[in-house]
């Protein structure tokens, strides 16, 4: 079975769903580098929090613009 990879994600070692989930984590939620790592390795996805934090610099500014994007707009009610 041959799959597809985004050319963004293609020299990473693991999967773009992986590395956008631990991005995602990381900038939708107050976690820490190695709170991530340790949620990722419940599920069995075994990365360093040095990973995880290359990760976030490299896609990170993709994903906190779209969660910035999301927030409700304050008003004048």
Same mark, same amino acid.
């Not at 996805?45 to 990973?51: A, D, Q």
């Not at 994903?63 to 304050?74: G, K, M, S, T, Y």
């Given at each position: 079975?041959?799959?597809?990879?985004?050319?963004?994600?293609?020299?990473?070692?693991?999967?773009?769903? @992986?590395?956008?989930? *631990?991005?995602?984590?990381?900038?939708? $939620?107050?976690?820490?580098? /190695?709170?991530?790592?340790?949620?990722?390795?419940?599920?069995?996805?075994?990365?360093?929090?040095?990973? @995880?934090?290359?990760? *976030?610099?490299?896609?990170?500014?993709? $994903?906190?613009?779209?969660? /910035?994007?999301?927030?409700?707009?304050?008003?004048?009610?």
């Amino acid at each position: 079975m041959n799959s597809t990879r985004h050319p963004r994600y293609a020299p990473h070692r693991f999967p773009a769903e @992986v590395i956008s989930h *631990a991005a995602w984590l990381y900038f939708g $939620f107050p976690l820490s580098l /190695r709170m991530v790592e340790e949620m990722l390795a419940a599920r069995g996805i075994l990365v360093s929090h040095e990973t @995880v934090r290359q990760w *976030a610099l490299k896609f990170g500014q993709n $994903f906190a613009n779209q969660i /910035r994007r999301r927030l409700p707009v304050p008003c004048n009610k």
